[in-house]
């Protein structure tokens, strides 16, 4: 038997192993439809062309698709849900009524996986906002993972006013699951999220996370892109 994957969101994304090679219009970074913002992060990390599993993933889930994606440790999977997860979102218009937005969440199984997401993140935040200090400015990350007291954690969140901007949760399941249990879910507001993505998401089930995923989704709202990535 093969690891357990969340079959809601399995039966209804496009399984990238089994697109043909065919299916790559171009590795080209110059090919996709993004930002200038996005343009500077690539330029500055040095890429020249996309992996296999970027070419695919990233122009799946920009033209709002859910994706399933089995690709190695190195593959270049990470920067296949930051890029769509950024340019999305930077082509929103955040709520300014709530104070803390929600519009990407990002699922590790270990908070170690969850912090190396989080710092790349920040890097492309970074360099998007070098080129428009106004699209990098609705942007906020957060990473929520175990390790630190939740209730203080929910206090710092309590804190938080955003107003006008959209996060991106970071979050290890069972960390993101404690606060919106105390913060309360009319803080954490998920009602603006467009991009729900597990990382490695076989081995959160083998972990034992299903119950705090299941509350997760019961919280996304369904109008919504889920990239699934496992190893």
């Known amino acids: 038997q093969g690891s357990p994957r969340p079959p809601r969101e399995q039966a209804r994304a496009a399984r990238i192993r089994r697109v043909p090679p065919a299916a790559m219009a171009s590795r080209d970074w110059s090919s996709l439809q993004v930002s200038a913002a996005t343009r500077r992060f690539i330029s500055e990390t040095g890429f020249t062309r996309m992996t296999p599993v970027q070419a695919i993933a990233i122009p799946l889930l920009l033209n709002h698709r859910d994706v399933s994606v089995e690709a190695c440790t190195g593959s270049g999977k990470t920067l296949s849900f930051l890029i769509p997860v950024a340019e999305i979102l930077m082509r929103c218009e955040p709520p300014k009524?709530?104070?803390?937005?929600?519009?990407?969440?990002?699922?590790?199984p270990t908070r170690e996986l969850a912090g190396q997401i989080h710092e790349v993140l920040g890097a492309l935040l970074e360099a998007a906002g070098r080129e428009d200090a106004d699209a990098g400015g609705r942007l906020r990350r957060q990473l929520f993972v175990g390790g630190a007291d939740a209730k203080a954690a929910a206090a710092a969140l309590s804190r938080v006013d955003d107003r006008g901007r959209l996060q991106v949760a970071v979050a290890t399941p069972g960390r993101l699951r404690a606060l919106m249990g105390l913060a309360g879910k009319e803080r954490l507001n998920f009602k603006p999220l467009e991009v729900l993505v597990f990382d490695e998401a076989d081995r959160l089930l083998q972990l034992g996370f299903s119950s705090d995923i299941d509350a997760v989704l019961s919280a996304a709202p369904k109008q919504r892109r889920t990239g699934l990535f496992s190893a």
Do not use: D, H, Q, S
């Open 97 to 108: 009524a709530t104070p803390f937005n929600v519009g990407a969440a990002i699922l590790a």
